[in-house]
């Protein structure tokens, strides 16, 4: 986990890293920021590639098994080509001489673009494996501490983080407007890139056996600014009223900004939403899947605070299954609307509709 930790800040920092799969050895770098493959062909010794993973693919009209597919650069591509590639609405044909030569992503592929992911960057790595005639001096380079190593099958589970090994970091009387008796836990990752907070609202030796429970994920646009392009400012300030009117319980603000994909991910996503993609499609352009986010640290969270019974405030299915699967009772679920608007119906259409989010009766009332 400590070199998976290290990579990811090389790579939010334009450095490449290596990936080692046995004997083979890639040279990965991030797609942001890069002007140029030619540094990266350079030290590796051989050609390079981008590696898009299936839903970027999808986007672009070519189905793949796999999780992501890797595709051969021209000597003389541009950073614009690079980047439309990557995020481009644009559907060339299976066929199309732009993807001439797309194949599955080896171990170390998939492992790269797993990184980008877990580093919250636009989800395609540029790569190039280590020729033998590189080989020794990447070598050297990794000895003298100038290039960072890591083992494949490690990037390629980092999402996941670190199960149980969570921290408590700190906590604060905080008196919100509608619930003046509530406290704040702040935990922390392992990799120390996130942290979550547990609003812990009342007195828990009061609380029912089944505690009132809401997962919000932050969304800095609509939490702190209101935006109203969603529902989730309202629903964050609903839901502790909610949880204050049934006798305390607990908000897990979960540091998952965009359903997992990042606040500056989410902002290319809103640009794509502006050109007439929904929710879901376009963080598809951008290669992420429906839904990003990870729910494993929110049951650690609840253990942490000798939760194992909740009474759960969500329209979201998969919340309630995260929870079981973790060994997580849910016992009962609350439904938890924010106001539908002129700005935002479309937005909660395709959570309803793509995402299988349980909104009827408020979608209902509009029509």
Same mark, same amino acid.
């Given at each position: 986990?400590?070199?998976?930790?290290?990579?990811?800040?090389?790579?939010?920092?334009?450095?490449?890293?290596?990936?080692? @799969?046995?004997?083979?050895?890639?040279?990965? $770098?991030?797609?942001?920021?890069?002007?140029?493959?030619?540094?990266?062909?350079?030290?590796?010794?051989?050609?390079?590639?981008? &590696?898009?993973?299936?839903?970027?693919?999808?986007?672009?009209?070519?189905?793949?098994?796999?999780?992501?597919?890797?595709?051969?650069?021209?000597?003389?591509?541009?950073?614009?080509?690079?980047?439309?590639?990557?995020?481009?609405?644009?559907?060339? /044909?299976? +066929?199309?001489?732009?993807?001439? +030569?797309? !194949?599955? @992503?080896?171990?170390?592929?998939?492992?790269?673009?797993?990184?980008?992911?877990?580093?919250?960057?636009?989800?395609?790595?540029?790569?190039?494996?280590?020729?033998?005639?590189?080989?020794?001096?990447?070598?050297?380079?990794?000895?003298?501490?100038?290039?960072?190593?890591?083992?494949?099958?490690?990037?390629?589970?980092?999402?996941?983080?670190?199960?149980?090994?969570?921290?408590?970091?700190?906590?604060?009387?905080?008196?919100?407007?509608?619930?003046?008796?509530?406290?704040?836990?702040?935990?922390?990752?392992?990799? =120390?890139?996130?942290?979550?907070?547990?609003?812990?609202? =009342?007195?828990?030796?009061?609380?029912?056996?089944? &505690?009132?429970?809401?997962?919000?994920?932050?969304?800095?646009?609509?939490?702190?600014?209101?935006?109203?392009?969603?529902?989730?400012?309202?629903?964050?300030?609903?839901? &502790?009223?909610?949880?204050?009117?049934?006798? +305390? +319980?607990?908000?897990?603000?979960?540091?998952?900004?965009?359903?997992?994909? =990042?606040?500056?991910?989410?902002?290319?996503?809103?640009?794509? $939403?502006?050109?007439?993609?929904?929710?879901?499609?376009?963080?598809?352009?951008?290669?992420?899947?429906?839904?990003?986010?990870?729910?494993?640290?929110?049951?650690?969270?609840?253990?942490?605070?000798?939760?194992?019974?909740? $009474?759960?405030?969500?329209?979201?299915?998969? !919340?309630?299954?995260?929870?079981? $699967?973790?060994?997580?009772? &849910?016992? /009962?679920?609350?439904?938890?609307?924010?106001?539908?608007?002129?700005?935002?119906?479309?937005?909660?259409?395709? !959570?309803?509709?793509? =995402?299988?989010?349980?909104?009827?009766?408020?979608?209902?009332?509009?029509?």
């Amino acid at each position: 986990m400590y070199q998976i930790e290290r990579a990811i800040f090389d790579i939010r920092r334009g450095f490449p890293v290596v990936i080692n @799969a046995g004997k083979q050895r890639l040279l990965v $770098q991030a797609l942001e920021g890069s002007e140029s493959i030619d540094a990266l062909a350079q030290l590796a010794g051989s050609p390079p590639s981008l &590696v898009l993973t299936r839903h970027r693919l999808a986007a672009i009209g070519v189905a793949v098994t796999a999780e992501a597919a890797s595709l051969p650069l021209a000597a003389n591509i541009g950073a614009g080509e690079l980047h439309r590639l990557a995020t481009s609405e644009d559907q060339p /044909s299976a +066929g199309s001489e732009r993807l001439k +030569g797309l !194949k599955p @992503a080896a171990l170390a592929e998939v492992g790269a673009v797993t990184l980008m992911r877990r580093a919250l960057l636009i989800p395609a790595a540029l790569c190039a494996f280590v020729s033998e005639k590189a080989a020794a001096d990447i070598e050297q380079q990794l000895a003298e501490g100038r290039l960072l190593a890591v083992n494949a099958k490690d990037a390629q589970q980092c999402l996941s983080g670190v199960p149980g090994m969570l921290k408590r970091v700190s906590e604060a009387h905080i008196p919100l407007e509608e619930a003046a008796d509530s406290r704040f836990v702040l935990f922390r990752e392992p990799d =120390g890139l996130r942290e979550h907070v547990a609003v812990v609202i =009342g007195k828990p030796e009061e609380w029912e056996a089944a &505690v009132p429970l809401r997962m919000h994920s932050a969304c800095l646009t609509g939490d702190l600014f209101a935006s109203l392009r969603c529902d989730c400012g309202e629903q964050l300030r609903n839901a &502790v009223k909610d949880i204050q009117a049934m006798g +305390g +319980g607990v908000l897990l603000y979960l540091a998952q900004e965009g359903r997992g994909i =990042g606040l500056a991910n989410k902002l290319r996503a809103y640009t794509l $939403q502006d050109g007439g993609l929904d929710t879901v499609d376009a963080d598809q352009v951008l290669g992420f899947g429906d839904d990003e986010r990870q729910y494993s640290v929110a049951v650690d969270m609840l253990s942490a605070l000798k939760i194992d019974q909740v $009474q759960l405030l969500t329209n979201n299915p998969l !919340k309630m299954d995260a929870l079981r $699967q973790g060994g997580i009772e &849910v016992v /009962s679920r609350q439904a938890l609307y924010g106001s539908v608007t002129d700005h935002n119906q479309r937005y909660l259409n395709a !959570k309803a509709t793509r =995402g299988g989010h349980l909104l009827d009766d408020v979608l209902s009332s509009q029509r």
